[in-house]
């Protein structure tokens, strides 16, 4: 799909899109416990479709409601022996400890941008819990078979938070007195959204400094109710459209969230926008922007927003985390620079650390989201400015996170024609 993003005054309201990352944990969470679980204002992006199919397979039975999904579950019970996660990173990392807690011989498949994506963490750790695991030279397809023990273990999160969310999910099922001890943890506040999910379902978890996490008792995953919260890294982009181009309310942002993403405001008040935070709503409204300084290495999903909000503002921004664009769906610290050159904005990578020339006009041009949902959202963002319509290929990719993300960005004025 071809969409053609001209240049347009952004204003009105809207209500931000479900997060994927809290409704593939909540679909991992019904699956772990027995009985119904109501999951409202659900998730139907390609991530949570997928978590949805890898749950049936592995045992739920999934009844889908007008305004709601019940998931009924006994508990881990695979009727398959094939699991596909889509291109969901955090969904195969999440369900292939949850699915090595049955004993069957189970093979995890993806595609796309997930074949590429590392995953040498599961042949190494699972092994020490009892699990035979073997992978494609440490990509896909994985073969696992357990059932997995839960034992004391050290591992290393430096390269994703994702490994530590699916053990933790899975040690929840069936741990008792063991600690897990992680090493350089990056991402730590998905990490709080793992705990504080785990922790709605009846399992609690003693974390120290995001270094140790203790299973006491035996403890079991208790069906309930659960509604997911807003998408605060797909609404980054909405509230970048309305700094850089007018003014928005998205509404359904809890700022309170335990999600990493909502620190967009943080950078949205350095670059100088208009900002009226509610409880449960943000206003976001143009004012002179100037360049900032900002860590994204807890937060990675919000370079790209970050990129289209630097680009409207004067002078040299610099984000540091640039190591943790590589393994996304795209290394995406290289596609923004290639993207954003496109469109005339010049991106400088010294290593962690990108330097995003801003202010200096941003130019009609022909982009490529290189399957990668984030950075098709982030030139449509940038199209707002620029001085003649940004043609965007293979924009279908925002349907991994955010299918309605066109259609929001129209509410709000933005002029969208698409090819299909
Ligand atoms: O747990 C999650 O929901 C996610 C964790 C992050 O990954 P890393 O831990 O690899 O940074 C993030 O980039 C991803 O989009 C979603
Ligand atoms: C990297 C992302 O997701 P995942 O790792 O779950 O595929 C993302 O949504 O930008």
């Known amino acids: 799909m071809q969409v053609t993003v001209s240049p347009a005054v952004i204003t009105g309201t809207v209500t931000a899109n479900p997060s994927k990352s809290a409704m593939q944990r909540a679909v991992a969470a019904a699956l772990l416990s027995h009985g119904t679980t109501i999951i409202r204002n659900p998730g139907l992006s390609n991530d949570c479709l997928a978590a949805l199919e890898v749950a049936e397979n592995l045992g739920a039975k999934i009844k889908r409601e007008f305004d709601h999904f019940e998931i009924t579950s006994n508990g881990v019970k695979p009727f398959y022996d094939e699991i596909n996660c889509g291109e969901s990173g955090l969904g195969i990392r999440m369900f292939t400890p949850i699915a090595a807690l049955s004993e069957l011989p189970i093979t995890i498949e993806g595609h796309g941008s997930l074949t590429t994506r ?17 992978t494609n030279e440490g990509k896909l397809p994985l073969h696992i078979q357990g059932p997995l023990k839960p034992k ?3 591992i290393d999160g430096s390269l994703s938070s994702q490994f530590l969310t699916g053990l933790l999910m899975a040690y929840g099922a069936a741990a008792e007195d063991v600690t897990i001890t992680v090493q350089d943890l990056k991402s730590k506040p998905y990490i709080a ?20 996490f203790y299973f006491g008792k035996k403890q079991a995953y208790k069906a309930g109710e659960y509604t997911v919260e807003g998408d605060w890294s797909g609404a980054a982009f909405l509230l970048v459209a309305a700094a850089v181009a007018g003014k928005a309310e998205v509404q359904h942002l809890n700022t309170a969230s335990a999600q990493s993403d909502k620190a967009i405001l943080e950078a949205l008040k350095k670059a100088g926008a208009g900002m009226l935070e ?11 922007l100037t360049s900032f300084e900002f860590d994204a290495t807890d937060c990675p999903d919000l370079f790209p927003p970050l990129v289209a909000l630097a680009a409207n503002c ?22 923004l620079q290639e993207e954003f050159g496109k469109m005339g904005i010049k991106i400088e990578l010294q290593g962690d650390l990108m330097l995003v020339h801003g202010g200096t006009g ?6 490529h989201s ?14 707002l400015t620029a001085d003649g319509p940004v043609v965007i290929e293979n924009a279908e990719a925002i349907n991994k996170s955010y299918p309605e993300f066109f259609d929001h960005l129209e509410l709000l004025g933005g002029k969208i024609a698409v090819n299909v």
């Open 118 to 134: 590392p995953m040498n963490f599961f042949e190494e750790v699972l092994p020490l819990l009892d699990v035979k695991c073997t």
């Open 278 to 288: 509610g409880v449960f709503t943000v206003n976001i409204e143009k004012a002179p």
């Open 362 to 367: 941003i130019k009609g041009a022909n982009v």
């Open 314 to 335: 004067k002078g040299i921004t610099r984000i540091t985390g640039v190591s943790r664009l590589a393994h996304k769906e795209s290394d995406r610290g290289i596609t």
């Open 193 to 212: 959204l793992t705990l504080q999910l785990m922790s709605h379902f009846g399992v609690q978890v003693e974390e120290k400094n995001f270094e140790t």
């Open 152 to 154: 004391n273990i050290t």
């Open 370 to 383: 290189h399957n990668d949902h984030r950075i098709a959202m982030a030139c449509a963002v940038a199209a």
